[in-house]
């Protein structure tokens, strides 16, 4: 009998071990998660502006961006709430934007 008491107290030990430990594991996460979303509020604050000056030119990041969509939903018919992912590439000696919509549509505009 004493070596069932002894299994018994041991395995009881083993649980609350256990369980400290898991609570020892949440508590870090949650500082980890705390801690990750106090640093995307930071960035999302920065306020930055793109331009693009070449030549005696100088267009913005939005203008760009506005450009893009326009000529998608006017010159290809394309619906605003179907553009998902609009990728462009600028190069200004060409005076060219190239685009890819949605990972498929491909083409360019001038700047």
Do not use: W
């Amino acid at each position: 009998m004493a070596q069932v008491k002894k299994a018994a107290t041991k395995s009881t030990k083993e649980a609350a071990t256990k369980k400290t430990t898991a609570k020892k594991t949440t508590a870090k996460k949650t500082t980890a998660k705390k801690t990750t979303s106090a640093v995307k509020k930071t960035a999302a604050t920065v306020k930055t502006k793109i331009e693009l000056q070449y030549g005696d030119k100088d267009i913005s990041y939005d203008e760009i961006v506005k450009n893009a969509k326009n000529y998608l939903t006017k010159e290809l018919g394309m619906s605003a709430a179907d553009l998902k992912s609009l990728d462009l590439y600028v190069k200004p000696e060409e005076n060219r934007v190239y685009y890819v919509a949605n990972g498929k549509e491909a083409g360019s505009f001038e700047l």
